[in-house]
């Protein structure tokens, strides 16, 4: 069974910083293309950063710069860096996956692409 744990949500300041972990169980994140979304209230989730099956990264343009996604292959992680947060980064941010073996040479900021979905973690920054 395909587990999939946000965790490093929380609250801060305008420009400060927060690292997401998404802890996957059941599932190897060595390979297989994974994503971040994030949806704000009243909003449509949005890609946030995405990685593909050979390690080719996305960003969407409103986080360029600012949010860094990557695998980590020994404890078996996906990270979202974020740094320079802005009140509208303001979010629930889930980690998303593909099905094992599914192997996607782009990365993809479309939700349905994804068929594993976490529970969230909020992240909340004031002005």
């Known amino acids: 069974q395909v587990q999939l744990v946000e965790s490093g949500g929380g609250s801060v300041q305008s420009g400060g910083s927060l690292r997401l972990s998404c802890a996957a169980s059941g599932y190897t994140v060595r390979n297989n293309a994974m994503a971040w979304f994030r949806q704000a209230p009243a909003k449509e989730r949005e890609g946030v950063a995405a990685?593909?099956?050979?390690?080719?990264?996305r960003y969407a343009d409103s986080v360029k710069g600012r949010f860094t996604i990557s695998q980590d292959n020994v404890n078996n992680t996906l990270y979202l860096q974020l740094n320079s947060l802005k009140p509208e980064d303001t979010a629930m941010y889930y980690c998303?996956?593909?099905?094992?073996?599914?192997?996607?040479?782009?990365?993809?900021?479309?939700?349905?692409?994804?068929?594993?979905w976490g529970q969230g973690t909020q992240v909340t920054v004031s002005s």
């Open positions: 998303a996956a593909v099905p094992p073996a599914y192997y996607r040479i782009y990365a993809s900021l479309t939700p349905t692409t994804y068929t594993y």
């Open positions: 990685v593909s099956s050979g390690g080719n990264t």
